[in-house]
């Protein structure tokens, strides 16, 4: 069973830095491209970061870029997020997802509040 289960979100102030973290099971995960998406309420859902399978060139969604940064650790089956100089806007839900051809497997969220 494949299972990816996100941590690390809190509450945190304008301008402050988080790391959320997503560990993988069930799956070949350095086989997998991660990414991480977000969800504000009443908004849709949106792509804030990639990183494919073995590491190597990132994608940021314009409104992170500069702040926020992906990477993986293979050995520890596990995607990382830091986000720093953390606005209001930033606040959501924040999903792990992984893909690779036909099957992808979404975590269940943590949640990442900004506010002073």
């Known amino acids: 069973q494949v299972q990816l289960v996100e941590s690390g979100g809190g509450l945190v102030q304008p301008g402050g830095s988080l790391r959320i973290s997503c560990v993988a099971s069930?799956?070949?995960?350095?086989?997998?491209?991660m990414r991480w998406y977000r969800q504000a309420p009443g908004k849709e859902r949106e792509l804030v970061a990639s990183?494919?399978?073995?590491?190597?060139?990132?994608n940021y969604a314009d409104s992170v870029k500069g702040r926020f940064t992906i990477s993986r650790d293979d050995a520890k089956n596990t995607v990382y997020l830091q986000m720093n100089d953390l606005k209001l806007e930033d606040t959501a839900v924040y999903y792990c997802y992984a893909l690779r051809a036909w099957l992808d497997y979404w975590g269940q969220g943590t949640q990442v509040t900004v506010s002073a």
């Open positions: 990183i494919p399978s073995g590491g190597g060139a990132t």
């Open positions: 069930g799956l070949s995960f350095s086989r997998y491209a």
